[in-house]
């Protein structure tokens, strides 16, 4: 498969799947999201085998497949596009390394008992891509990127709650449930204040990282500025409808994501 075809595909990927990169990556220049999208390719990999519904033995031997294809001759159209990206901006194979131990930690634990034992976790699953995705931007500030994709990860968690308990994890960390004193996750005004405590959080995380906007060539920060826009305004839309993710929807409509675009683009 030639490297312009592979890079179709996953673009083609990118489209098809996700639900905010798109949007981003398309104020970006050829090269870079390009780039993008094969990180965001192989990072959907892991997500889809780590939450589907093979064994959990073969989920772990996918799992660390996708982890020995870094190292090997590229062989289908994500690993051909990603092992060109990673030539031409040094993406750290240590960082795409990272999401699988976050995948296969999703096999192995359902729960978090304190804030930082979940902190770690949206280290792996989340932060990489920042770490992945700063070097296509081309700043160094790593820590930065890492905490702005920590953030972004709490406002997923918090949307997907319904989601995630349905199969069988719950990333609220226990003592937080227990301290606000939600039993069982419903929509109740315990639960409300304990959405409005993470509301907080989320968006401290996601304020510290966007300050990597000042290492940033401009298309690169309005890239990273309409991810986090698409992200914040769900999660305005979730305080809009009173922290109710279990019956109400807080995703952005087509018109809504192009809005925020086209602000950034102000």
């Known amino acids: 498969m030639s490297t312009d075809a592979a890079y179709e595909e996953v673009l083609r990927i990118t489209r098809r799947e996700a639900k905010n990169f798109a949007y981003g990556i398309m104020v970006l220049p050829r090269e870079k999201r390009r780039a993008i999208a094969a990180v965001y390719a192989y990072a959907r990999q892991v997500d889809d085998l780590a939450d589907g519904g093979l064994p959990p033995n073969e989920k772990r031997e996918r799992l660390e497949a996708l982890r020995t294809g870094l190292h090997e001759e590229p062989q289908g159209a994500m690993f051909v596009a990603l092992a060109d990206a990673r030539r031409r901006f040094g993406i750290p194979v240590d960082a795409l390394s990272v999401l699988v131990d976050g995948g296969l930690q999703d096999l192995e634990q359902q729960t978090y008992a304190t804030?930082?034992?979940?902190?770690?976790?949206?280290?792996?699953?989340?932060?990489?891509?920042?770490?992945?995705?700063?070097?296509?931007?081309?700043?160094?500030?790593?820590?930065?990127?890492?905490?702005?994709?920590?953030?972004?990860?709490?406002?997923?968690?918090?949307?997907?709650?319904?989601?995630?308990?349905?199969?069988?994890?719950?990333?609220?960390?226990?003592?937080?449930?227990?301290?606000?004193?939600?039993?069982?996750?419903?929509?109740?005004?315990?639960?409300?204040?304990?959405?409005?405590?993470?509301?907080?959080?989320?968006?401290?995380?996601?304020?510290?990282?966007?300050?990597?906007?000042?290492?940033?060539?401009?298309?690169?920060?309005?890239?990273?500025?309409?991810?986090?826009?698409?992200?914040?305004?769900?999660?305005?839309?979730?305080?809009?409808?009173?922290?109710?993710?279990?019956?109400?929807?807080?995703?952005?409509?087509?018109?809504a994501k192009l809005g925020v675009v086209a602000r950034n683009l102000l």
Do not use: W
């Open 115 to 255: 804030f930082d034992d979940l902190r770690g976790y949206c280290e792996k699953v989340a932060g990489a891509v920042g770490v992945a995705c700063i070097a296509v931007y081309g700043s160094d500030d790593v820590l930065r990127a890492s905490t702005l994709g920590i953030g972004l990860q709490l406002i997923n968690i918090m949307r997907d709650v319904a989601e995630d308990e349905a199969l069988g994890r719950i990333y609220l960390p226990q003592d937080e449930l227990q301290r606000f004193g939600v039993d069982d996750l419903a929509h109740t005004p315990e639960f409300v204040e304990l959405m409005q405590f993470n509301a907080q959080r989320a968006r401290a995380h996601v304020d510290e990282g966007l300050r990597l906007l000042d290492s940033l060539d401009r298309r690169s920060a309005l890239c990273v500025a309409t991810f986090a826009g698409l992200y914040t305004g769900q999660l305005e839309r979730m305080e809009a409808n009173d922290f109710d993710v279990f019956d109400k929807s807080c995703r952005l409509s087509t018109r």
